[in-house]
């Protein structure tokens, strides 16, 4: 199915997250061995980048791979890991931030957090990843945020929980909030210092 890269680097996430990798001792090890094995073969797989969705997937399955490599030290796979993190810089729109298409010129606030995870989790590994990447999308964030209340928005800020306001297709959702909020950490920014940060951490656990 079109979405099974993707899927599968979430999988094997659950698999590493409860400590099993491709070196482990445990049940799960051919498991983790086999899947890490499939998620290097799709960063090759070009129709991957083309299909819908595609940098997604990618991120996913860098996140997935990176994670292996922090937790088992195995860098055998460094370089198409190497490889799909230049590609999502790349995709990048200029001076701002991410959506599904590349350099779209559309950015939206899901596609760019999940970007930036994928992002600090390569320079964790010792990739050299620009400043930039990590930085300017924060200005995004900030253009999605209503900063009265603190929520976030997926592509535009259009509606306000607290105000009442009929939620349209773009509207503000909690979850979105709550992405938002941990995209600023990501960019650098100091929540304990950020109103809004801060009223986005108490509008999710209000």
């Not at 929980?161 to 600023?184: E, N, P």
Request: aromatic share 8%.
């Amino acid at each position: 199915a079109e979405f099974d890269p993707g899927v599968s680097a979430i999988a094997t996430l659950a698999f590493l997250n409860a400590g099993h990798t491709h070196m482990s001792d445990g049940p799960f090890r051919e498991n983790v061995r086999a899947a890490r094995s499939y998620l290097v073969a799709m960063l090759s797989d070009r129709r991957l980048r083309a299909s819908e969705r595609g940098i997604v997937q990618v991120a996913w399955i860098a996140q997935a791979l990176c994670e292996a490599m922090l937790m088992t030290g195995d860098r055998s796979d460094r370089e198409a890991i190497g490889e799909a993190l230049r590609y999502i810089e790349e995709a990048r729109n200029p001076f701002m931030a991410w959506r599904y298409v590349p350099r779209s010129g559309r950015n939206d606030t899901h596609c760019t957090v999940r970007m930036l995870m994928t992002l600090r989790t390569g320079m964790m590994c010792g990739y050299p990843i620009a400043d930039d990447a990590v930085r300017v999308p924060l200005e995004w964030i900030d253009r999605m945020t209503l900063q009265e209340w603190g929520e976030i928005g997926y592509d535009a800020t259009t509606t306000c929980f607290r105000s009442g306001v009929q939620a349209d297709k773009f509207a503000l959702t909690f979850a979105m909030t709550a992405a938002g909020t941990y995209g600023r950490f990501l960019c650098g920014e100091d929540l304990a210092s950020s109103k809004p940060a801060q009223r986005g951490i108490e509008l999710c656990l209000d």
